[in-house]
């Protein structure tokens, strides 16, 4: 059974540590309900319900294949659903209910949702022409209407944040990787999200970058952001997460804080799973 969030975590070698505070508890930020999602004959998720806490910190975990990448994609609705309900302060997520149907919303009005739940993908996605400080004033601009000088001040408080105040007008071919997913990051939170979606952000990196990013993102975790990390970083899920959910064949196989995930995992499958990536 899932211990309280708040109270001290019990690790393999039975020593109590504090866990990461959740910032409040009082309602679901988001909701996913059964869903479902098929490519052709392939159900990728099968049925796929959790949800997660204002200011809650959730790491995904699950071999490759394992459906995680498409539930993030589904949440943002970049992929649509064939089943189930994802709602998001209580809305639902890309589409309207009549008569008991689900109907798709058009594209502004996902659009605005959407820039409600900031997503960093795997490849950073920059835009090749426009520098960093760019990069982050862009969607503000366009998807908010934001004033530009307004988004200035946004971008350049944003690249700051992630410690690149020195690289504002440099071009993503003049930076590293690392440095590309950290204004990926900025660009992300410049949209002044209430959710940040992580898709592997660091699978793409060279190990020697991995850390920067990571660094970044246990920022954010305690500064009280809202998670959702689908990662194979185990560092990360045990030191910053609430909770860790595990996935395989297109369902939750296991559920649990992180000093129970790793300490004790439930399931056969989380401790084959455990035991081949720690030996990796």
């Known amino acids: 059974m899932d211990m309280d969030k708040g109270e001290a975590r019990r690790e393999e070698g039975g020593e109590a540590r504090p866990g990461p505070e959740l910032a409040t508890r009082t309602s679901k930020l988001l909701q996913v309900i059964d869903l479902q999602k098929r490519f052709g004959r392939n159900e990728v998720l099968r049925g796929i319900t959790m949800g997660v806490d204002q200011g809650e910190v959730v790491a995904i975990l699950g071999p490759s294949g394992s459906g995680k990448s498409t539930l993030l994609r589904c949440i943002n609705h970049l992929e649509k659903i064939d089943g189930g309900r994802i709602l998001f302060e209580g809305r639902l997520v890309g589409y309207r209910e009549t008569n008991g149907a689900l109907k798709e919303e058009g594209e502004r009005v996902v659009a605005r949702m959407r820039a409600e739940m900031g997503m960093v993908f795997q490849r950073f996605n920059l835009f090749p022409h426009l520098s960093a400080l760019g990069n982050v004033m862009e969607a503000p601009v366009q998807v908010l209407g934001r004033p530009k000088e307004e988004a200035r001040a946004t971008a350049v408080a944003m690249l700051t944040r992630v410690g690149l105040a020195a690289?504002?007008?440099?071009?993503?071919?003049?930076?590293?990787?690392?440095?590309?997913?950290?204004?990926?990051?900025?660009?992300?939170?410049?949209?002044?999200?209430?959710?940040?979606?992580?898709?592997?952000?660091?699978?793409?990196?060279?190990p020697e970058l991995v850390g920067e990013v990571l660094a970044v993102m246990r920022d954010l975790a305690a500064e009280g952001m809202t998670m959702l990390a689908v990662t194979h970083e185990m560092g990360f899920a045990r030191e910053a997460a609430h909770r860790v959910i595990f996935m395989d064949e297109g369902v939750i196989q296991e559920e649990a804080p992180?000093?129970?995930?790793?300490?004790?995992?439930?399931?056969?499958?989380?401790?084959?799973?455990l035991r081949r990536v720690t030996q990796g």
């Open 167 to 206: 690289k504002l007008d440099a071009y993503p071919a003049q930076l590293s990787g690392g440095q590309q997913q950290r204004v990926a990051i900025a660009r992300a939170l410049a949209m002044n999200p209430k959710l940040m979606l992580f898709d592997e952000a660091t699978s793409a990196l060279d």
């Open 258 to 273: 992180p000093g129970e995930f790793f300490g004790a995992p439930r399931t056969e499958r989380a401790r084959n799973f």
